[in-house]
């Protein structure tokens, strides 16, 4: 049987966390692909402190560092996914998220889960494309 490959080309940054078997992002074509992010220190390997604004800023910090290893900036960014494991933390969530990028923003989605690795409340993934 012939052996299948796929081929891709995959980027890691310093200073952003992977607690599990994956790429911090994924090229394909003109898109990339980046892997949802926690709010882990990654000087610490420990969720940081604080409250959901916090945990916004620390998603958005890691997002960012997967974004410059793939040399693109958030105004490369086209759409948003956040993930919430209480919807009460939306408005909280959404004042930090304002501050990340510039007009005209991102599309995004936000959902509700049920819970997140290492017991995060936000946990947030991009796709950003290549001028």
Sequence with gaps: MEEFKIARKAYNAEGAAAIGPYSH???????????GQTPIDSATGE?????????????????????????????????????LTDMKNFKAMNEVY????????????????AALPLDAEVEIE?????S
């Design 25 to 35: 992002a994924v090229e394909s074509g003109e898109l990339i692909y980046l892997s």
């Design 98 to 113: 304002g501050t990340q990028f510039s007009q005209p923003f991102p599309a995004r989605t936000t959902v509700a889960v």
């Design 47 to 83: 969720l940081v402190k604080g409250d959901i604004g916090e945990q916004t800023r620390q998603c958005f910090l890691n997002l960012f560092k997967v974004l410059e290893a793939a040399d693109l900036t958030p105004d490369d960014v086209i759409k948003v996914n956040v993930y």
């Design 126 to 130: 991009l796709v950003a494309k290549k």
